[in-house]
T-cell receptor, first 114, second 111 residues
Framework: EPEVTQTPSHQVTQMGQEVILRCVPISNHLYFYWYRQILGQKVEFLVS????????KSEIFDDQFSVERPDGSNFTLKIRSTKLEDSAMYFC????????????FGPGTRLTVT | RKEVEQDPGPFNVPEGATVAFNCTYSNSASQSFFWYRQDCRKEPKLLMS???SGNEDGRFTAQLNRASQYISLLIRDSKLSDSATYLCVVNNRYNFNKFYFGSGTKLNVKP
């Protein structure tokens, strides 16, 4: 069964450093998403991406964040200058967007900013 | 006001019990509705979409009440493996590609 994959599973970085989180969505899916979940809190929408551009973004997704689909398979989230409060689980998701917006999530990247 | 609200629980039920969760949404333009389950420190997994006419998948039944702006999930014959957090997710017709998650309802099924 096709699945969304994410790398790395855990990333530790120092405050102020740039990080890139990587995702490979399901191959025939057209819509891609990033979410974050701070430990013990709810899943929060960050951004959606379709046709090589951002479709929607939340208030959390400020200038520190960017997304890219550098090739036909990868979808990346970059955080330019990490802060302590960026420590969270980051989930990538994808959906076909054809008659349904059922999203399939990757296993997540745990980001720890020290 | 939160877009999506859920009773955090926990709901502690014995195996075999029937349990129901509700989720209320604030935006009358909400369009698509889903239930996901999330195990501790894992990704959300789609349980079922919620259709206007209601839908059933085995022991799980989902209902939508547009007039009162809530969706429900009923689990019959609870199994130990149903223990998880159940997340309510909605989007709306104006921001159809932006999804709002509830904080989740925790279910503990006891032997």
């Amino acid at each position: 069964e096709p699945e969304v994959t994410q790398t790395p599973s855990h990333q530790v970085t120092q405050m102020g450093q740039e990080v890139i989180l990587r995702c490979v969505p399901i191959s025939n899916h057209l819509y891609f998403y990033w979410y974050r979940q701070i430990l013990g809190q709810k899943v929060e929408f960050l951004v959606s991406f379709y046709n090589n551009e951002i479709s929607e973004k939340s208030e959390i997704f400020d200038d520190q964040f960017s997304v890219e689909r550098p090739d036909g398979s990868n979808f990346t989230l970059k955080i330019r200058s990490t802060k302590l409060e960026d420590s969270a689980m980051y989930f990538c998701a994808s959906t076909t967007g054809v008659s349904s917006y059922e999203q399939y999530f990757g296993p997540g990247t745990r980001l720890t900013v020290t | 006001r939160k877009e999506v609200e859920q009773d955090p629980g926990p709901f502690n039920v014995p195996e075999g019990a029937t349990v129901a969760f509700n989720c209320t949404y604030s935006n009358s333009a909400s369009q698509s509705f889903f239930w996901y389950r999330q195990d501790c420190r894992k990704e959300p997994k789609l349980l079922m979409s919620v259709y206007s006419s209601g839908n059933e998948d085995g022991r799980f039944t989902a209902q939508l009440n547009r007039a009162s702006q809530y969706i429900s999930l009923l689990i019959r014959d609870s199994k130990l493996s149903d223990s998880a957090t159940y997340l309510c997710v909605v989007n709306n017709r104006y921001n159809f590609n932006k999804f709002y998650f509830g904080s989740g309802t925790k279910l503990n099924v006891k032997p």
